[in-house]
């Protein structure tokens, strides 16, 4: 155990806390490499057995990036706020990637699955991972809540209550802007009105 | 409102109808749209569409990921998938074909659970791959071929069309001589593979099929390691990807594997033990959870195997497990015991270097029994009581990383019996070496594995309170360790020892810990207890140990301001440091926690106001860390003492009045941090220390006079303070500094302005307000982050009221 030669996630987060464009930039590469990491480990385990927890992925992140010792609960909520932000962009990368890789042309491989890495949270419809990142960037720009929301529940996998603490609001409040974020979402993306 | 001109009007609606019954929606919606049948209208289907589809983004996005599957038809490299063959712990396999059908071939792909997407694992992947495509034997299906896709690596291997060893022996009701021989084809095929310094790791009957020409061949030589978090490669750079479970069956997994030691080739030896003591008998040597991995983990490494010719005896199917032997229960355990017994035995031997030294002589063994030989492998006397002990003493033990304490106390025990039974073979002095050092190896590890654990888990959710478990755990195991020893001295003295890490860890404030203060003076008072049960405390080891447990002791009660018993500790440690440099004078590092010593016991008195005894401890800290400096001029540590200590003698000069006399101290700690720092710049408590010098050196200059050396003083601390901060903006100590210092700058040309020869008062004025500007910035900065403490709130008013006072003078003139 060295906590000396562990990044100092506590300190980051503070700087990034403080609005410091650098320290998020070195927060946020710091954990999409080590999501990253975690995640397409689990990505490439294709059984319909394993459910795959991603509020474990941002835990086993915080475990290993956080230093053992000056790290409050502030500092872990907002974390959790930022990891989910940073899942978001581990997985649509991925299917990012996936998607050129299918592109490709005649020497590409072809990829395992035709669909299944691009599609994801299947309701009535399966979602394009790809157009709900569109969407949800269009909603952070018209009621930033409500993406923020998506982005802890959805891609952080945080229970509504954790939600809320990290949001700092009531579970009521968080309840109301999921069910809304979602209405917002679900109209964009069947189409316009 | 770039995307929705109109969500501004529709969301509040939408807030108000989710809190009110379906009933009174319409007479809202026509209260607060009004003509607007458009905006009525959309709400309404928005509202109807979310009723209807609760599960639009229910599951978290990885969820959905994880569901996905690899179907028949997908390509890997130039193969094309055609069905299942079977799911694993590692992966997925699958028949497959030549897709380009350049020729006709059906290989296996097995889907390996890996991600060799970064540089590192790939390199290593591909290393692997090729030293098991060199891998050539007819018991041993060859690789072909492997690659990865989207990091996800695959192997393509020789299609064994097979039936698993064990049913293949059932099936075909082979005796106990014909399932020994197709046991020794098995064995040829692992030593060939042992030859290529090639370790199977997860070797199972799952693993060995047996071809209709009647040969066995073994599939996946290796793989695991490819899989295994810890191998090569995974290191490279950091321990950050080392935290995976390894990759074995448990049922089959060897005691090593388990504890996460190091695999060789007595693994397979093991696991070799295993499948024979299976296919003899039809049952398991001992049954591990399966579904519980730390009861697995106790099982491998604690339970004792039955004996092979006891398991057909005592088996509730004895007459079946026997008929599927060609044989009847009597005979068949009565063939068992014996030669077969040791053999199975000795393979399963706990630890690695008591089972056969190679497959070779394991498979030898076998070869002697089938043709009447005697067997080399002998049961041991003294073995057979390490087991045994082992077994008496087995530890239940289920936390994570605890876990470890348990193996320890079990290997110790062993350890310890095996000594015994030597000493009685008058070889008592090696074994009890040996057995101490590896006690102190694995206790050192694994009381490290459980408290770093537990200081980890702390900053989980509700980690608190399993971090207090696991120690509290840590602490029973110690107990159980210390039953164990009967008083030896070597191991009281480790065991203190690790008392007193595991009350660093509960809640010295001096290290990372849990914050359970209480523990933490209770492990060191049983770490001092134990300490003093020893019977030469003038031994240096013990009186380290004792010197230890009294400074911890003394830092608790510091810490919870209980000033004389933190006194009385100090002086214990003192005296006891005294006599351990009296007895060791060249002991460097006694002597520096000697000084040391004298620093805690000064910083007691001091707080109590005792300056002037307070002096003598620091002038003996000074004395001591100076010897030491002079024996070894190169030590840094010795030199940074040096200065810590001319720098408390500074201080106790100023509180007594002379303020000569400490800046002469400061002046001296300055120079020899300067020299500390210009030799390593980053080492940021040498630049602190420097900074936090600079102001004390211009209080002293001030304080005499000196107004233009101690703005000079003050303003060199002011920008090594600024860069202390820039580098870690969220110092709350080093922005309070900060602050000081400037706020002591602004008292310089207060001082000049209010002096008798002032040249030009208002200039004065002038300067001090904007440093008590500078300072009042630098603390409020920190107040509207959230971190000014209460109690330093009034730095805000301090700085605010001198600010008024220059204005004041200013205005007047």
Partial sequence: MDPRQAPDVTALLRRVGSGEAEAEQALYALLWGELRRIASVHLGRRDAGHTLQPTALVNEAWLRLAPPDGSDWRDREHFLSFASRVMRSVLVDHARRRLAEKRGGGAAPVPLDEASDLIVGGGERPVDLLALDDALSRLDADDPALARIVDLRFFGGLSMEEAARVEGVSLSTAERRWRLARIWLRERLEGAP | MSGDGDWGRVRPLLEALLDLPDDRHEAFLAERCGDDDALRARVLRLLADDRRDARFLARPALETFAAARVGAGARLGPWRLVRPLGDGGMGSVWLAERADGEFEKTVAVKILRADVSFPAMAARFDAERRVLARLEHPNIARLLDGGSEGGVPWLAMEHVDGERIDRFCDEARLDVDARLALFRGVCDAVRAAHRNLVVHRDLKPGNVLVASDGAPKLLD????????????????????????????????????????????????????????????????????????????????????????????????????????????????????????????????????????????????DVRRHLVGLPVLARPDGFLYLARKAVRRHRLAVVAAGVAAVALVVATLVSLRYAADARRERDAAATARDRSAELFDTLLDRSMDAALDAGVRVHVLAGGTRISLDMMRRAIEDLDVIERQAGGDPAVVARIAEAHTRLGDRQGNPAFPNVGDVDGATESYRRALALAESLPDEAAPATASL?????????????????????????????????????????????????????????????????????????????????????????????RFHVALARQRLGRSEGRAGDHAAA???????????????????????????????????????????????????????????????????????????????????????????????????????????????????????????????????????????????????????
């Avoid at chain 2, 005691?255 to 033990?273: C, F, H, I, K, N």
């Avoid at chain 2, 040597?285 to 099982?299: F, G, H, I, Q, V």
């Avoid at chain 2, 003083?713 to 600024?722: G, H, I, K, Q, V």
Wanted: net charge negative.
């Fill in chain 2, 546 to 638: 004792l010197a230890t447990c009294h400074t911890r002791l003394g830092e608790m009660a510091h810490h919870r301001r209980d000033l004389d018993e933190a006194a009385a500790r100090f002086g214990s440690a003192l005296a006891t440091l005294e006599r351990l440099v009296a007895a060791t004078p060249d002991d460097a590092r006694a002597r520096l926690r000697l000084a040391l010593a004298h620093d805690k016991v000064g910083t007691v008195l001091d707080a109590r106001g005792a300056f002037a005894e307070a002096r003598r401890s620091f002038e003996r800290y000074h004395a001591g860390a100076r010897s030491l400096l002079a024996g070894r001029p190169e030590d840094r540590e010795a």
């Fill in chain 2, 221 to 364: 030589f290796g793989i695991a390691k490819i899989l295994d978090p810890d191998g090569p490669g995974a290191k490279d750079g950091d321990d950050l990807t080392r935290t995976g479970l390894r990759p074995f069956t448990p049922r089959y997994a060897s005691p090593e594997q388990v504890r996460g030691a190091p695999v060789t080739t007595a693994t397979d030896v093991y696991s070799l033990g295993v499948l024979l003591y299976e296919l003899l008998t039809g049952c398991r040597p001992y049954a591990p959870d399966e579904s519980n991995p730390l009861a697995a983990a106790a099982t491998v490494c604690g339970a004792e195997p039955t004996r092979a010719s006891r398991a057909i005896a005592e088996a509730d199917d004895a007459e079946e497990l026997a008929a599927l032997r060609s044989s009847t229960p009597v005979r068949l355990a009565r063939r068992l015991a014996g030669d077969l017994d040791t053999i199975v035995a000795t393979a399963l031997a706990k630890e690695p270097e008591r089972r056969y030294a190679s497959v070779d002589r394991l498979d030898d």
């Fill in chain 2, 663 to 813: 800046r002469t101290e400061f002046a001296a700690a300055g120079a020899l941090l300067e020299e500390l720092v210009a030799l390593d710049p980053h080492r940021a408590p040498w630049r602190s220390a420097l900074a936090w010098n600079g102001l004390w050196l211009g209080d002293a200059l001030l304080s005499i006079g000196q107004a233009d050396a101690a703005a000079a003083a003050l303003e060199r601390s002011a920008d090594a303070y600024r860069a202390l901060l820039d580098a870690d903006p969220d110092d709350v100590r080093t922005g309070l500094r900060l602050g000081a210092v400037l706020d002591m700058r602004g008292n310089v040309d207060r001082v000049r302005a209010t002096g008798e020869a002032a040249a030009d008062p208002s200039a004065g004025w002038r300067e001090a307000r904007r440093w008590y500007g500078a300072a009042l910035d630098v603390w409020s900065a920190l107040d509207a982050a959230g971190r000014l403490a209460e109690r330093d709130r009034r730095l805000l008013e301090m700085a605010r009221e001198k600010i008024a006072e220059c204005e004041e003078h200013l205005a007047n003139e």
